[in-house]
Structure formats: structure tokens, C-alpha cells
């Protein structure tokens, strides 16, 4: 990027399944005020607002719209980013792109879904083609279980893997004030236990339907200095996107796919010269809606080599105490609020670059991150975090 | 800003009642297909996507899933900005300026035409307060317009003119959907659909679609016969409970101009703009939105409305394209304004050329009541 951006301010609300005590405004300005207080700057400061939601889960029509008053861009520069489970890095990525290109010095990015006001399954299911797929479609839960069967059946994972990685997810979770699942979960037998949505994913191997936000505000590199002690860089990103008319978006029936994945990391790591990802980046947040997806997107990530994915998890290498710690936050099968959900990841790793993630901070120490999320007919984005360049 | 982002090629396809002999992804290529033979260039050569549509409107969840494989997003950087298209040029521009991107391909369309106008925008009022009472649009509109008539005298007449001249204006545009000769008496006399807005005061249903291609500097130069560079940009937002607001005058608007302007070093917009493309969905729009972006004083766009400075051939033409209260989709609408000032400045606007147009504004508006105003300053040198 040609100006230099960094991250002076996170803020999340607590994610849940209901939130009737508040309106969609409500809920989003707990966490502008709390982004605020992160960075101690007032709403005055913000020039420009980057929206981030998926109107066609709550139904409301330019939902930013109704918002302003309670986010304070009245009378403020702004617009809404959307684009399914990436919208949250794309809506990050525009803050960037206007602070870079010199337009705005502090931008904020307000992402939110409040999923007690519709249903993510059925507004799912309406991005299915509408003349020959509508009626085929019954949201993600069969889309990952197809990637599961498929993974399953090629990596030799068994079900007990995908057990570990709830397990470990939950761990974190528990460890974290905002994450909105906090099972308790003890024993891969617990997991096994609960009932399947559609075989091979289990109840406990998905993501939920969460309430919240999620606000980051983004610096030029001569603000960031002045505002945060500790500000987080992003030293760059990238989005792909793909047409959705192909079989197997997110597993691999014929063995011959590319994956948006590969397509991003072969970007994103040679712009940054890495070449073996767990020596040069210190952790992992990544947004994973089902269990198995985390264990293949560690391959397709280059984490580990193909079809070992789910020996990471086994060895425990991606735990918060382990080597390359991934989703210290408990994920996204934790909490999912969609629109926020990409957020979220950033603005989880901006904490662990920062130290302060309290309770969920990994062992080692984190200099750089990385920050992904997935979305639509396996869409990427990713983010890389610096706590220097 | 060390480089400036410049536009090398826009088009649009006619405005039409109802295409319901394309999908989405259709039509949006016929406009697509236009920019890529101008330019010479192919789908691989863009680095960046800025698509702009809405779900509500496509009746789909991520709506630009239509687009994907006609705006070359395949494994490309592909965004969607959920307001009108003029906010997904400005969202251009931005990556092109940031260094990040070189070629960026910007797409709106709208099918007017496939959705129900007013269920889908009663969804764009608070839930609890207002949707109940069954606004829509063109009834948030009415009392818009009745508080600026009254607050400033502005008469149905001086509205209507704005009608007919928009409409005469048309007549020269190729594009546009359905110009009509009309006069103030056929307006006066057409239905009230919310008083004080009757059938004529609006714009027919539409659908359509404009792209363009925004580049930076260099390439632009390379790229285009005539690069048209942007030279100020900005977009405000007005809170959203229309109690809150005063309707009659439009703040946001004042605002986006003033920081466009500033930009583009524009301090007395009358002279320094040569041409004008606007965007208003109601009549009153046009002398109130005059207002804002400072052609005139507060409470003075009825006059400026009345006078010929407008007209083609004044002062600043305003819409020789007749903008879009002859057919254009919301979303699109903005975005073509933008496309036809492009036109004008590259001296290609046909019969409504305005002459020697150096300098040109575009407008464009989002949501109730122009919540969401952007401004854009366009030049050709």
C-alpha cells in the first residue's frame, strides 16, 4: 500500500444469541464507544465510516442508513460495504485503501449482524441462482458437509479430530469475555455426542447465528504514532473472489480445483517474501464456520503440508499455548455475527500483536498475524498484522 | 494526492421499463462489453472490481454473486458498495490513489423492473417507529417536498419546469428511457400519487446498468483517447429520523459539495462548472439540490429554476442528459451522471454536447429523502 495504515482502536460487544434488550443501533453503538474508548479518541475524530453488513439477514433496507445518529456519522462521509462472509475484510480493506490513497487520516469500520431478527440459514439459502438452484440450497450447514465428507475421506481425518478442534475452540472461547459459545466442553466423547445437522457435521462442529459488532478504526501512519502506544499495521491484504458456478467451492470432489485460498497466499506471500509461514507469522486467526473447514483451510493456508491438517490439531500446534496458535478468540464457531465476523478476526489479532487479549493471549510472543475470512462460494480475504514494519 | 485517478471509459445501456429479456449479469455485460472494446482491453487486465448493487433490489443474497464471472471477479479483488453507483466510483478512485490498485473496472445495474418499489423501500425505515406507518419513498419525499415549498415559497410550477425542461432534454439523449413532450399544465394536471407529488414529478420504474473503468494517471493516459480525471470527491450522510432533519434544507449535500469543491479548488461553483448532471427521483429535488451544491442561495432554486441559466446554452447547463426523471434505476442513477459528464467533458454528448465543457459536476443521491449525498468534480485537462 502506498500509505501506511495501522489499527488504533478495536471494539466488540459481547456476542450472544439474543439481544431484545437493543436495536440493531443500539448493539452496534456499544461497540463504537467502546472502540473509542480503545483508542481514546472522540467520535469527532473519525472522518469517514466504512459499513459492514448483510442486509438480507435482518431484511432492513440500507441498514447503515438507520444507524447514523447512534454510530455518530452524522454529517460524516461513509457507505456500506457487502459481500457475504468477506464483507467485514472488505469493508477493513476500504478503510485502508481511504486513508492510503490520502483521502481520510482516521477511518472507522462499523460491522454488525444482529441475527435475532432473521435467519442466516434462509438468507443464505437466497444466494442459491434463482432460476434452477433456489430450491437445492439449505444454507451452509450442507455446503461444509460436503467439504467434511470430502476432506474426511482424503486426508484420513476422523471424526475425532473434528472433535479437537471444538474442544480447542471452546477453550478459547471460554477464555474470552466477548466470544458468545462457552460450552464447557471436556472430552472429545461430549462433542461426539451432539446430534448430527447433516452428516458428518455435528451440532458442535458449527459455527452459530450470534448478535454483534465489531469496530475497528484505522490511522495514517502519521496519526497512528500519536493516538495508540501500540498500534497494529497492516502491512497489506488481499481479496479473491470467485464466479460461483462451479462444483466443489469448498471441497474437492475431482481432485483439480484451485482454491481461492491458494490464490490469495500465493498473492499475499510473496508480496511479503514468506515462504515458510509458520517460522515468519506467529499466529493464526481464521474464519472457519465448521470444524473440518479449519482443518482444511490450515493446508489450504500452507500451515502444514496437504492432508495434514488435522495432525496440527492432534499435536496441539495450534493451540494458544502451542507454536502457531490459531483462533486464541474460540473462532467463528464460537461466535458468529456474519457482517462482524471478519472483523472480528482482525481485530483479534490486533490484540495479540498488541499483548492485550488478557485472558485468551497466546504463549508466545505475537509480532505478526495473519487474518482471514471466507466467505460466499469460498470466497478469501486475508490480512497481515505487524506490530512493526 | 501525488496522482491523480483518471477515468478512461464509461457506458451505459439504454433505460427501459422492464428488461425482462436479461438476468442481471446480462445486462450489466452489454454495457461491460462497450468499455473493454473501447479500451482494448480484457477481463484479466482489470485488478480490481468495484461492483454496486443492492439484495433487497436483486432479490438475492450477495447480489454481486450474478456479476462474478462478467466484471472478471474470478479470482480478482472484488468489492460491492451498497448505495448508489456514484459511491462505487468514489471507492475506485480510493484504490486507485492508494497504490494498491492500477485498472479498476466499476459496475452498477438495477432492475427496478423484477422488485416491488415500495415494499422495498418501507425495509429502509427504523423498524419500531417509522415502518409501521407505512412509508415508502415517494411519501418521505412528499413531506420533504411540502416542508421546502412551504419553508421557501417554492411553487408547483417552478417544480414542474424542471419536468418539462429535463424531459426536453432527453429528447437528446440516447440513452434515456422515455423522454416526452409535456408542458407545466400536462405536470399540474398529472396524477397526485402523495400531495405534493404527482405521476409526472417522478421517474418512471427502470432498469439499466452503467460501467466504467477508473485508472491511475499513467495508465489512464496510456489507456484512454480522452482521460477525464477526478478531481474532488466527497459523500455525507443525514441522520436518519426525518423529525430529526430539516427537511428543507439539505446539510449533507452542503457539506459533500463544500469538501468536493475544495478539492477540486472550486470556490464559486457557478462560474468554475461548466455542466451539471444531478440526480433527482422528485422534482423539488432539483431546485433543493441546486441549493445545496451552492448554485444558488438557500430558498433561491425555485428563481434559479425559473431563469434560462440552466437550460442549454445558459450559464451551467444542468442535465442535458435529462438526468433521471425520465427513467433511470435508482443505484444507477448516480453513476450515470457521473457517465455523462465523463461524456461531456470528452466532447462525445452528441446532440446535448454541451460546448467546450471543461469542467463538470456529478451528483448522486442514496436513500430517503437524499440521505446519503456524494458530489464529484470531474475535469478533462
Given amino acids: 500500500m502506498a500509505g501506511r495504515v495501522a489499527i488504533v482502536g478495536v471494539g466488540q460487544t459481547h456476542h450472544t444469541t439474543r439481544r431484545n434488550d437493543v436495536n440493531m443501533a443500539e448493539m452496534v453503538g456499544e461497540a463504537v464507544r467502546a472502540a473509542l474508548a480503545d483508542a481514546q479518541l472522540s467520535i469527532k475524530d473519525i472522518e469517514a465510516f466504512i459499513f459492514s453488513n448483510m442486509e438480507a439477514f435482518e431484511g432492513v433496507l440500507l441498514p447503515d442508513h438507520g444507524m447514523v445518529a447512534e454510530v455518530g456519522a452524522t454529517g460524516k462521509p461513509g457507505f456500506k460495504v457487502t459481500g457475504g462472509g468477506t464483507t467485514g475484510s472488505e469493508a477493513v480493506g476500504e478503510g485502508c485503501h481511504m486513508i492510503s490513497a490520502g483521502l481520510y487520516d482516521i477511518t472507522m469500520v462499523v460491522s454488525w449482524q444482529k441475527h435475532d431478527c432473521g435467519d442466516a440459514t434462509a438468507g443464505i439459502s437466497a444466494a442459491a441462482v434463482p432460476t434452477f438452484a433456489k430450491g437445492m440450497v439449505t444454507g451452509a450447514v450442507s455446503e461444509f458437509a460436503k467439504q467434511a465428507l470430502s476432506y474426511m475421506k482424503e486426508s484420513g481425518a476422523k471424526e475425532e479430530h473434528a472433535a ?35 452428516w458428518p457435521i455435528r451440532l458442535y462442529d458449527f459455527c452459530p447465528q450470534s448478535c454483534g459488532a465489531c469496530v475497528i478504526i484505522l490511522a495514517s501512519e502519521k496519526s497512528a504514532k500519536k493516538i495508540h502506544k501500540k498500534p497494529v499495521w497492516v502491512a497489506d491484504f488481499v481479496v479473491v473472489h470467485q464466479e460461483p458456478f462451479r462444483a466443489g467451492s469448498f471441497g474437492d470432489p475431482t481432485g483439480t480445483e484451485t482454491y481461492s485460498q491458494h490464490v490469495a497466499c500465493e ?123 | 494526492m501525488a496522482q491523480r485517478a483518471g477515468i478512461v471509459a464509461v457506458a451505459q445501456t ?117 415502518r409501521q406507518l407505512g412509508l415508502d419513498f415517494t411519501s418521505a419525499a412528499a413531506l420533504q417536498a411540502r416542508r421546502y415549498m412551504d419553508k421557501y415559497g417554492i411553487t408547483p410550477e417552478q417544480c414542474a419546469k424542471a419536468v418539462v425542461r429535463n424531459h426536453g432534454n432527453a429528447k437528446n439523449n440516447p440513452f434515456a428511457q422515455g423522454p416526452m413532450d409535456i408542458t407545466v399544465d400536462d405536470v399540474l394536471r398529472s396524477e397526485m400519487l402523495v400531495s405534493p407529488i404527482r405521476l409526472l414529478d417522478t421517474k418512471p420504474i427502470s432498469d439499466g446498468a452503467c460501467v466504467m473503468i477508473v485508472a491511475t494517471e499513467e495508465k489512464a493516459k496510456k489507456l484512454a483517447r480522452k482521460p477525464v480525471w477526478m478531481m474532488g470527491v466527497s459523500n455525507c450522510y443525514e441522520t ?142
Fill in chain 1, 164 to 198: 479437537m478442534v471444538r474442544l480447542k475452540a471452546d477453550r478459547g472461547a471460554c477464555r474470552n469475555p466477548y466470544s458468545h459459545l462457552k460450552l464447557g466442553l471436556g472430552s472429545i466423547d461430549e462433542v461426539l455426542q451432539s446430534p448430527y445437522l447433516v
Fill in chain 1, 267 to 389: 498473492r499475499l506471500y510473496k508480496r511479503n517474501g514468506i515462504t515458510n509461514v509458520r517460522k515468519q507469522v506467529d499466529l493464526a486467526e481464521i474464519y472457519e464456520p465448521s470444524t473440518w473447514e479449519e482443518m482444511s483451510l490450515y493446508e489450504h493456508f500452507y500451515f502444514c503440508e496437504k492432508n495434514e491438517g488435522w495432525k496440527l490439531i492432534e499435536k496441539g500446534v495450534t493451540d494458544i499455548e502451542g507454536d502457531f496458535p490459531v483462533n486464541c478468540s474460540g473462532g467463528v464457531i464460537a461466535s458468529n455475527p456474519i457482517g462482524a465476523t471478519p472483523v472480528i478476526r482482525i481485530a483479534e489479532a490486533a490484540l495479540q500483536i498488541r499483548g492485550d487479549a488478557g485472558e485468551h493471549q497466546a504463549t508466545r510472543d505475537i509480532k505478526t498475524a495473519i487474518a482471514t475470512a471466507l466467505g460466499g462460494p469460498n470466497w478469501t480475504a486475508m490480512f497481515l498484522l505487524k506490530r512493526s514494519l
Fill in chain 2, 14 to 130: 439504454k433505460y427501459h421499463p422492464n428488461r425482462a429479456d436479461v438476468n442481471e449479469a446480462e445486462l450489466a455485460y452489454e454495457a461491460i462489453k462497450q468499455v473493454l472494446e473501447e479500451t482494448g482491453l480484457t477481463l484479466s487486465d482489470i485488478d480490481s472490481v468495484v461492483t454496486c448493487c443492492q439484495d433487497a433490489w436483486d432479490g438475492r443474497t450477495i447480489a454481486s454473486l450474478n456479476l462474478q464471472h462478467v466484471v472478471g471477479a474470478h479470482f480478482g479483488h472484488e468489492f460491492t458498495v451498497a448505495e448508489d453507483g456514484i459511491n462505487a466510483a468514489y471507492v475506485a478512485m480510493s484504490q486507485v490513489l492508494s497504490g494498491d490498485h492500477e485498472t479498476v473496472l466499476v459496475e452498477s445495474h438495477m432492475k427496478e423492473s423484477q422488485g416491488e418499489k415500495s415494499l422495498i423501500e418501507n425495509a429502509g425505515f427504523d423498524a419500531i417507529l417509522m
Fill in chain 2, 240 to 381: 436518519h429520523y426525518l423529525g430529526d432533519r430539516e427537511l428543507a434544507d439539505c446539510d449533507a449535500l452542503v457539506k459533500a459539495a463544500r469538501k468536493a469543491y475544495s478539492m477540486a479548488d472550486i470556490n464559486d461553483p457557478l462560474r468554475q462548472i461548466d455542466v451539471a448532471e444531478i440526480s433527482t427521483e422528485y422534482s423539488y429535488q432539483e431546485p433543493l439540490w441546486m441549493e445545496g451544491l451552492g448554485f444558488c442561495g438557500r430558498g433561491e432554486g425555485g428563481k434559479l429554476a425559473d431563469s434560462k441559466s440552466i437550460e442549454m446554452g445558459g450559464q451551467l447547463p444542468v442535465n442535458p442528459s435529462g438526468g433521471v426523471l425520465p427513467g433511470n434505476p435508482n443505484g444507477v442513477a448516480g453513476m450515470a451522471r457521473v457517465a455523462e459528464a465523463v461524456l461531456q467533458l470528452r466532447g462525445e454528448a452528441g446532440a446535448r454536447q454541451v460546448k467546450g465543457a471543461k469542467v463538470a459536476l456529478a451528483h448522486g443521491y442514496t436513500g430517503i429523502c437524499g440521505q446519503l449525498q456524494a458530489v464529484m468534480i470531474l475535469a478533462n485537462v
